[in-house]
């Protein structure tokens, strides 16, 4: 007999991340796309000395905190990810050339990733998280990054780190270490716990 009992709190996506919409659907979540309108660099400047993970999160909880008091009877996941190679924290490229330079600079380095997730009910954060991955860049030819340019830009000019995994962006990896999902943006397996945990998703 099925269970009809069950009615799910509405979630919202505070984020228009491709990726994250594509894990999501791909998981069977029901959800609201809504991209919220922060001001990042303000936030970043705001946490001066924090550590990645820490501005990681704390930009997760203000996407979702933008939309959830015109939302109140929704939950908002918010997520949001951050790169830093040799200590030197990177953003999405501003141009073509910006992100050739990126890659030049990402060359035989290692990437760390830090993704984080957040979910904001009314005033509250109610669940926050962030996970770690290692992305080993190989050694990258200028001819490769710009043969890679012409067929990923403009869709990398939306990420940190200037690739897709789910795209050719695995073409510049020798090694990875950490979760898949964490590597698309969002720690998903955290996000789904929680969810059931906060009334989102059957547990």
Not at 113 to 126: G, I, K, P
Request: with cysteine; aromatic share 6%.
């Amino acid at each position: 007999m099925t269970d009809n009992s069950f009615s799910p709190i509405r979630l919202i996506l505070a984020s228009k991340s491709a990726s994250r919409r594509a894990m999501l659907d791909a998981a069977g979540v029901s959800y609201d796309p809504i991209p919220a309108d922060v001001d990042e660099r303000a936030i970043e400047d705001a946490l001066a000395g924090s550590s990645p993970a820490e501005i990681a999160e704390a930009l997760s909880v203000a996407k979702a905190a933008a939309l959830a008091p015109d939302n109140p009877h929704a939950m908002v996941l918010g997520s949001d990810s951050l790169v830093v190679v040799e200590g030197e924290r990177f953003d999405k490229p501003t141009s073509r050339e910006n992100a050739a330079q990126h890659l030049r600079f990402f060359s035989g380095k290692t990437i760390e990733l830090h993704s984080a997730a957040a979910l904001v009910r009314n005033d509250t954060c109610e669940w926050s998280h962030t996970d770690l991955a290692r992305l080993k860049v190989r050694d990258l030819s200028d001819d490769f990054i710009g043969h890679y340019l012409d067929k990923e830009w403009p869709a990398v000019s939306f990420t940190v780190g200037v690739f897709r995994i789910e795209a050719m962006g695995v073409q510049l990896f020798e090694a990875i270490t950490g979760d898949q999902f964490t590597v698309l943006g969002m720690p998903l397996l955290p996000v789904l716990g929680a969810l059931r945990e906060h009334g989102v998703l059957k547990s």
